[in-house]
């Protein structure tokens, strides 16, 4: 006979299964809005209106730096989740830390490459082109903003709840979003980005 515990934990992994189900709808839709992002950039390349190009606009070092913070931070991410699983809370507390400082580094250089574009007068209303480029890769910028404010969040319930379940079951799905954010960076990197400098 199932007592009403085991009936209480089956509901709990099924809403925990419903809600990674969820989610991943929810990246397949965000990955349509980059798509579609890549879609347009690709299409207005060449739409610079007599404006800069872009080997006059991107300095591949810079770029680089904002790369390897965010990949990185993957990989501080993918420590943090590791300690979750071991149940070591300072741990994981810690390398979510981690990630959160790789992640403000990379907003932090890529709202000064935009500012920096505005200041020499390439900003998004001076060309089809300027335009795609700066709705792609701020669309990215407030995902990985948003991706810390979540960060965020999950350490204070770690601190507060400890790593339940329902918590651990939290931090995979910030998790999944996190690399989500990476793999569309390699994505602006190899099409914004490298044919520049090829």
Same mark, same amino acid.
């Not at 080997?55 to 810079?62: A, E, S």
């Not at 709705?135 to 903003?145: D, Q, R």
């Given at each position: 006979m199932?007592? =009403?515990a085991e009936l209480i934990r089956e509901h709990e992994e099924e809403s925990l299964e419903n809600r990674a189900y969820g989610f991943w709808l929810y990246l397949m839709t965000d990955a349509i809005i980059f798509a579609l992002l890549?879609? @347009?950039y690709v299409t207005m390349f060449s739409n610079t209106a007599q404006g800069p190009k872009p080997?006059? #606009?991107?300095? #591949?070092?810079?770029v680089f730096i904002e790369t390897l913070c965010l990949l990185i931070s993957s990989v501080t991410f993918g420590f943090a989740f590791l300690a979750? =699983?071991? *149940? *070591?809370?300072a741990s994981s507390v810690g390398w979510l830390l981690i990630t959160l400082v790789? /992640? #403000?580094s990379f907003v932090v250089l890529e709202v000064s490459e935009f500012l920096e574009m505005i200041n020499e007068g390439a900003g998004p209303q001076k060309s089809g082109y300027l335009s795609a480029f700066f @709705?792609?890769?701020? @669309?990215? /910028?407030?995902? =990985?903003?948003v991706g810390m404010v979540g960060i965020m969040m999950m350490t204070c319930q770690i601190l507060f709840k400890g790593l339940t379940k329902p918590v651990c079951s939290r931090l995979f799905r910030l998790g999944l979003f996190w690399h989500f954010l990476d793999i569309v960076w390699i994505g602006i990197f190899s099409v914004v980005y490298l044919p520049v400098f090829i």
């Open positions: 199932i007592t =009403v890549f879609a @347009t080997v006059d #606009l991107f300095d #591949l070092q810079h979750s =699983v071991q *149940k *070591k809370l790789f /992640g #403000l @709705t792609l890769v701020a @669309t990215h /910028g407030l995902h =990985v903003s």
